[in-house]
């Protein structure tokens, strides 16, 4: 939630040790550690603020597609070796409904694929990339983050170190915050300044993590009247799923024989291998909801990936915007910051947004298409059972929305 006014931002105590540097990065998730890298690799000074461990934030389950166009952006930084050795290369799902199985080529028709690589590798990678080879500065563990000044030219930022307890004073000339959706960054961002768009789409996802071979050589959509249903594979031992329940449900609720009752019976379609079943090693329900921070400024201080903007599951996109957003303003701050060029800052926003209001609308659209069937609403289930049918039907609808699926490719 939005504070009526930001938290204070006077400057910290005296007393707390000090140490000036040219960006602070908030948040050690993909966005801040890709402009963590890029500002390393251009010798521009900066520092990581992370409140977890590192242990912690390489084994958070989270993410696992990424768009072409991010991975080939990543690659020309070098910070793709092992996403491109590893990942699986997808342009293929299957919608199941009416009891059949449609195939999707999205990738004939974009030219473009998904590559499968969990977050926490994405994550690893790039700490390794910053910290370990590049010799980067990242605090893990930090606690009671503050930014200060940040409507002026001499912002800083303050934390308690985890080993001291002493307050550490950070400043800097420009604050890049990446800390999530439940970061302590976006609530320096006031009222009167900003607005947050929200939309709440109704419905929960009960995200599993089975140990499991994947049951199918795609993704697998399901679109059935008891709810939606989903099959992903994340590596050849583990297989995400996905399971429509009631917002806000209990996870305790869904023992392992009822998840996979579920599971075969939304996923059932004529001629369709059996699930290969598993331990089930995560299940946490997700509240399908998405907001927009606009502008992603204020000041000196700049937000990126889920602290200006929360993607729903629905469509994959919320990593792939966070690197969009950290490319741009990664190249934004060298220009700045080696050459005093401020274009690249003052577009940022601008920029950014352009690109987060087509996947939200994307996502808004194809959750339509998937919850349209378990609604409980006839109109709304025979609308989503055109625009599928659509879909399968006329080239010119395939192709635009392999285009949308799979993301406009960049420069970046």
């Not at 926490?120 to 009671?144: E, Q």
Request: charged share 25%.
């Amino acid at each position: 939630m939005t504070p009526a006014s930001p938290p204070s931002t006077a400057s910290s105590s005296a007393s707390a040790s000090s140490r000036r540097t040219r960006v602070v990065i908030v948040g050690a998730g993909p966005a801040g550690l890709t402009v963590a890298n890029i500002l390393r690799t251009a010798s521009v000074d900066c520092v990581v603020l992370e409140t977890e461990t590192r242990a912690f934030i390489e084994q958070r389950p989270r993410a696992g597609f990424i768009e072409e166009w991010a991975v080939r952006a990543l690659e020309r930084r070098g910070l793709a070796d092992r996403l491109l050795e590893h990942a699986q290369a997808h342009g293929e799902f299957e919608f199941r409904f009416s009891g059949g199985r449609h195939r999707f080529p999205y990738g004939e028709l974009s030219g473009r694929h998904h590559f499968v690589y969990p977050q926490p590798l994405l994550v690893t990678d790039l700490v390794r990339a910053y910290a370990d080879y590049a010799g980067g500065d990242i605090r893990f563990g930090v606690r009671n983050v503050e930014l200060h000044d940040i409507d002026t030219d001499r912002p800083s930022v303050s934390y308690t170190d985890p080993e001291t307890g002493e307050r550490q004073h950070l400043d800097c000339d420009v604050i890049a915050g990446c800390d999530g959706a439940r970061g302590v960054t976006r609530t320096y961002m006031p009222s009167e300044h900003s607005t947050v768009a929200r939309h709440d789409y109704g419905v929960g996802w009960l995200a599993l993590l089975a140990e499991a071979p994947p049951s199918s050589d795609c993704v697998v959509f399901g679109v059935h009247p008891r709810g939606f249903a989903a099959h992903m594979a994340r590596s050849p031992q583990v297989t995400r799923y996905y399971l429509e329940c009631p917002p806000g449900d209990d996870p305790e609720d869904w023992p392992h024989e009822r998840v996979w009752s579920e599971l075969r019976h939304r996923l059932s379609a004529d001629g369709a291998p059996p699930l290969t079943e598993g331990r089930l090693i995560e299940k946490r329900v997700l509240d399908m909801h998405n907001y927009v921070v606009e502008p992603m400024v204020y000041g000196r201080l700049y937000l990126a990936g889920d602290a200006a903007h929360l993607a729903a599951p629905i469509a994959a996109k919320g990593m792939n915007l966070a690197l969009y957003d950290a490319l741009l303003l990664g190249d934004a701050l060298v220009a700045y910051c080696t050459t005093d060029d401020t274009g690249g800052l003052s577009e940022y926003s601008a920029s950014s947004l352009r690109r987060v209001w087509q996947y939200q609308e994307f996502s808004q659209w194809l959750s339509d298409v998937l919850h349209g069937a378990s609604s409980g609403d006839p109109f709304r289930a025979g609308a989503a059972t055109a625009r599928l049918r659509r879909i399968f039907e006329s080239p010119a609808a395939a192709v635009a929305f392999a285009e949308l699926y799979i993301g406009k490719d960049i420069d970046c």
